[in-house]
């Protein structure tokens, strides 16, 4: 059992309001992509679509030393692994609803949207993306002066 499969268990169990379906498959996604070195901080489970109905497009987000990840394993053969580095972030909205919450990455090239997402999560995604992003944006600005 993977790192990024037992943190994505421990936030599943935390928060079971949220919707996810097959996760190992997803988080080994995740797992194969790490790069030698890469340590993993926080991992969570979303919806990566802005339909509240469609609910079989879970994918786990994982945030590393380096980047953050999602990824999803097709259900039949392949996956899809997204990475933004801290050069591509923008900005990052949360929206909470009646059951469910969103959370909005805005990157340099695309709109990455987060769904289906319990409410009670919001709040610890939201500091660890921001967290995170602070303090890799100081590193990058240090690597790159």
């Known amino acids: 059992m993977g790192v990024v499969y037992k943190k994505v ?3 599943k169990k935390k928060y079971p309001s949220t919707i996810t379906w097959r996760l ?3 988080a080994d996604v995740v797992e194969k992509h790490l790069n030698p070195g890469e340590e993993v901080f926080y991992v969570f489970a979303a919806q990566k679509n ?4 469609n609910i079989i497009e879970t994918g786990v987000v994982a945030l590393t030393s ?3 990840l ?4 097709r259900l039949l053969f392949g996956y899809f692994l997204d990475s933004i580095t801290p050069d591509m972030f923008n900005d990052l909205k949360v929206q909470g609803g009646l059951i469910w919450g969103k959370v909005y990455i805005d990157t340099i090239k695309e709109f990455v949207t987060l769904s289906n997402i319990g409410n009670d ?3 610890e995604i939201e500091t660890a993306i921001s ?3 602070i303090e890799a944006k100081k590193e990058y600005a240090k690597e790159n002066d």
Request: hydrophobic share 35%; no cysteine.
């Open 9 to 11: 268990l421990k936030f």
């Open 131 to 133: 967290d995170y992003m």
């Open 66 to 68: 380096k980047r953050i």
């Open 121 to 123: 999560a919001l709040t």
């Open 50 to 53: 802005d339909n509240p109905l």
């Open 24 to 26: 190992r498959q997803h």
């Open 70 to 73: 999602i990824g999803r394993k």
